[in-house]
């Protein structure tokens, strides 16, 4: 008997996937199918897969030409199942001609004819309805956000706004945007979502703006600097039905949100300690360390360490108290200790003192290690006394990590969703408040 195998995702099954198939089976007796797991898809980059695993496996079936259907969970996976299968004939589609060259070790390999015209890419396109997207701002993290939309399906980044016409047209003729504009009522129109990314002291305008003319709303860290800007914006997001969500890009990471369910289910017990850590040099006449554009390692840094903090253990806090280094009225050095019932946190902050930027989660069996740079999360260790037990993991971490934000933000307003579990509100209004204090000033200590 010759055993043939193929492998696919089969995302919104459609001709194409059938033709290859019938191929397939034609080389052979017995069909066995690979089907990718959600988490190996989201693992290669296939972000934006429309049916789950188990539909997927579903339409398989259906086709009737699958004698075996296996789930293709990891990269090695096709040398482990050719060899465990007995497979004789490795198959797949012309577009992956010589990429699976590797394979003829272990078995002959095919490269079949591609349907022409069809894809699920071309499907998940006409199936789901696209969301308008404007960026208000053209700075660093604006021309990072627009290649970073290119790979997240439903997104069209369509217009630009900046108070500065020549540069909102320069921004705009580089990404191949169709408008360009600095009068912001203009700038809505036609949109459904809004992306903020500029200087913080002008998010709050900006976002209720945005939330008036009935814009959904994506607003770059800090999202505010204070708790009750930060209320009334999401109570006004909810009054209108729209999603406000802060961009924290390290909470929709893919290995964050790993970590933070392994540490939840206890894997290092009780968490009793957070340190987090972030510090970046800058010099010169930089936003960073103007007084007057709300500068300083507060508000430029602290966004990600926090989150950390208040996701690990939660809002209720007992006490903070932040001991900083000032150059020009700004602090270039913060550190924050901030004290819950039962546990301690600290942050650790630098714009004109360096540190290492790592995260430490200390719990009463083991700790989390995640080295520098933390907040681009894609590899931790798990410690324990006892070294044997050790564990180290590693996860994809795509382009710039903003996609992942702008899917959970768009899946969010697909699905009617003004919440996000990986950001709540009153997390992200709890991370304002922090900022609040410090700014306040009442718990500070300046060293000299
Ligand atoms: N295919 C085809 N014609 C099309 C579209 C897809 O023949 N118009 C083939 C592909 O070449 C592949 C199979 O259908 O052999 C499944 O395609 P996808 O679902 O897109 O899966 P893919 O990302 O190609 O995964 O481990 C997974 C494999 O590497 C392939």
Sequence with gaps: MKKVITYGTYDLLHQGHINLLQRAKALGDY???????????????????????????EAVRR??????????DYVGQKIDDIQRLGVDIFAIGSDWEGYFDYLKEFCQVVYLPRTKGISSTKLRAAFQESIKIGIIGTGRIARRFVPEASSVSGARIVAVYNPDYDEAVSFASQFRLNRA?????????GLDAVYIASPHLTHCNYIQHALMAGKHVLCEIPMVLNK?????LYDLAESKGLVLL????????????????LVKSGIIGDVVDVKASLSKLVCGKVRELDVLQAGGCMTELASFPLMAIVKLLGTDIKDIRFYSKLQNGVDIFTKGNIIYRQATASVTLGLGV?????????????????????????????????????????YAYHGDGLRYELQEFLSMIFTHRLSSYRLRRKESVA???IIELYREGTNNTYLE
Excluded: M
């Excluded at 797991?37 to 934006?48: I, P």
């Excluded at 504009?181 to 129109?189: E, G, K, Y």
């Excluded at 540190?355 to 590899?379: A, R």
């Design 181 to 189: 504009t600095d009068n912001l009522l203009s700038f809505f129109r």
């Design 228 to 232: 009750n800007e930060a209320e009334q």
């Design 31 to 57: 069909l066995i199918v690979g089907v990718t797991s959600d988490s190996f898809d989201k693992e290669r980059g296939k972000l934006n897969v429309h049916n789950n695993v188990l539909e997927r496996i």
């Design 354 to 394: 360096k540190t290492e930027g790592n995260l430490v989660i200390s719990g009463t069996s083991g700790y989390v290690l995640v080295p520098s740079p933390w907040w681009l999360t894609n590899y931790f260790e798990v410690r324990y006394e006892d070294q044997n037990q050790n564990k180290k993991y590693f």
């Design 431 to 433: 991370i304002a408040g």
């Design 246 to 261: 802060e961009a924290s890009k390290t909470a929709h990471c893919p290995a964050w949100n790993h970590l933070l369910v």
């Design 63 to 72: 086709t009737g030409y699958a004698d075996e259907i296996v789930i293709e």
